[in-house]
């Protein structure tokens, strides 16, 4: 079995809150994979820490500790030309594409920037590149004249991840990236990125709270909450079983299309909101949401395997399912 492409073990982002000087943990200690040409999703609640977990993947937030691994070695403890090399080989793709193009450029001149920026100085060559990487998103060349608010939602996001194609990347860290557009448009975009998969090779990491859009694409999911890592595992066994209360739950909201289904369906509903990452709950950090937690939950939960391809960080995996 070959090495994943990215490799994150034990990774912690720590900001210092200066009201009180304590650390704020958005993330507490992530371990994640992804191969080449992989397409992994990361769901959980706003404000678990996913985010944080894609800006520091790319060098937007420091890391406290851990490492971020690609193909085989550290970028934590990168400098200079190699850092700066390495890391074009991971790009991001902002949640609101509209904000995260320049209304001032037309999307030729945004694609064109990022070319320049990676070290193409040919005028005439970053031309025919941009139609190139419009193409490979399925847009029209007439596109490289339109500057961002005449254009759909669909289309900036699109545009937007033809200007992260321009550095070459293996990775692409997608950070919401369909939550802002229409629900029409949605699946054509989550299409995409298994078109870029099939003809490039990209591997992805698809965040996103919504556990159905990630589906569609992922061929496997962490599930995140508070800072960590609740469970993993093939999008399959995954969705088709469930381990962890707190995937049990966030499965449990998403509305089913066949109508029958949908007036049987049992929600689990979860009390109170996500704690504070300045003092998360001892043990399992979902124990306080928790229906069925014990006392024993208030010590860390050991890492329990469910299938061949399937873990729950979890004292009972699998028991809320059995209770409901």
């Known amino acids: 079995m070959t090495d994943p492409l990215l490799n994150i073990v034990d990774l912690k982002t720590y900001f210092r809150d200066t009201r009180t000087g304590q650390n704020i943990k958005a993330c507490d200690g992530i371990s994640l994979d992804i191969n080449e040409g992989e397409i992994v999703g990361l769901v959980g609640e706003s404000g678990c820490g996913k985010s944080t977990l ?40 902002f949640q609101d594409p509209l904000s995260s ?55 900036r996001q699109r545009a937007c991840i033809a200007r992260s194609l321009a550095a070459d990347p293996k990775v692409l860290i997608c950070d ?31 965040i996103a709270h919504d556990l159905a859009i990630v589906r569609q694409a992922a061929s496997r999911v962490y599930v995140m909450y508070l800072g960590r890592i609740m469970e993993e595992g093939e999008s399959r066994a995954l969705y088709g079983n469930p381990a962890h209360p707190y995937t049990q739950a966030l499965l449990s909201a998403v ?7 949908e007036r ?16 998360p709950p001892s043990g399992c950090r979902f124990r306080g949401r928790c229906p069925i937690a014990q006392p024993v939950c208030e010590t860390p939960p ?21 209770a409901g």
């Open 54 to 93: 894609g800006r520091t993947l790319v060098g937007l937030e420091d890391a406290s500790g851990g490492e971020i691994r690609y193909g085989g070695e550290n970028l934590l403890t990168m400098h200079g030309r190699k850092l700066h090399t390495t890391r074009r080989k991971i790009q991001y793709v």
């Open 101 to 155: 193009l320049s209304g001032r450029m037309t999307i030729g001149q945004a694609i064109e920037e990022a070319l320049i920026i990676n070290g193409e100085r040919n005028a005439a060559a970053r031309r025919a590149r941009v139609v190139e990487l419009l193409e490979a998103v399925s847009l029209p060349d007439q596109i490289a004249e339109r500057y961002p608010r005449e254009m759909s939602g669909g289309q």
């Open 176 to 206: 919401e990236p369909v939550s802002s557009l229409d629900v029409s448009i949605r699946a054509q975009v989550m299409n995409l990125f298994l078109k870029l998969r099939d003809e490039f090779g990209l591997a992805c990491l698809l």
């Open 255 to 261: 509305p089913s299309t066949n109508p029958v289904e």
């Open 264 to 279: 049987d369906r049992q929600r689990i509903l979860l009390k109170g909101d996500v704690p504070s990452p300045i003092n």
């Open 302 to 322: 050991p890492t329990i395997a469910v299938d061949q391809f399937h873990v729950a960080a979890c004292h009972f995996p699998g028991k809320l399912a059995l």
